[in-house]
């Protein structure tokens, strides 16, 4: 390829953050939209030129179509010998900017989900074993097998997918989210879910969509065995009242249950996901339950991987009964 075609594709952006991904790990393009925030057909049509000057190349396997940086730059073949050291600087500066460590922590987010939903067979990491039909959802959903008929607040629910995934097992579940655009892309969710398991014309019954601020529920006191807030507490400006509304509208005896990060220092996430808070130290997000006026409380680390940047806590606590007149009289 002449010169001047090259450095014009390569003075694109977004095709430099592509190949920097592509170096970095095969990804097909469902993955490559979900790292980059760009439109499916934006992504494809970038590949297409990458892939027409050499620099792409595609491959196939169970199903799905890969792309990675072709072993012609790197390797210095078809005229690409003075392009690769060029690459490698890009791709080293590109590192320790905000943008690329956002890349970096969403393509760790994709290898997370590969590895959870055993996407590569199902392979034991040491002897490389396939064992069909292991999966953590499986896992996941036989557990709901132990639970009683609960009915859930999925507070923050965003795109709907732990509720989904709790409407399977629980009685009702009530989700709530600040963004009505969330709320619709989770009810066609939901809807082409019951369509696959229920067939045609079929609805998950027991899911309720409201729409609401976790700082301000539309909910009454006392109107669910749980209240769940998935990666929504470092999107609340206020934390702590966030909680109480959880405690408010849980009845006595159920349970607050918090999925959240571990304190973090990566910035980016402010201007690009709208976090407010970098995260929670584990005795703050356990102070912060206990002022919530929550008792038994616990905290530990969900998922922690390598050079993952983010650590996911869960943490829990249960709503006590409330005083009696008769044992408040007995108090004083």
Known sequence: MESAPLFRLLGDEARLRLLRLLHADRLNVTELTSILGIAQSGVSRHLGLLKDAGLVEERRDAGFTYFRLSPAVTGGENGFGPLWPLL???FASAAAT???RADDAALEEVRRVRKENFDEHGADAERRQIVPGRSWAAWARALGHL??????ADLGCGDGYLTVEAARFAKRVIAIDRSEDSLNRARDMARRLARRTLGEGGRLKNVEWKRGEIEKLPLKDASVDVALLSQALHHAAHPATALAEAVRIVRPGGRVLVLDLRSHEERWVRERLGDKWLGF??????RLLADAGLTD???NVGTRRQRDPFTVLIASGVKGAPISKKASRHAR
């Open 88 to 90: 490698r600087a890009q």
């Open 98 to 100: 905000t943008a690329g």
């Open 147 to 152: 639970l009683p008929p609960l009915e859930i």
């Open 281 to 286: 130290d584990d005795e703050e997000l356990r």
């Open 297 to 299: 409380i616990k905290v």
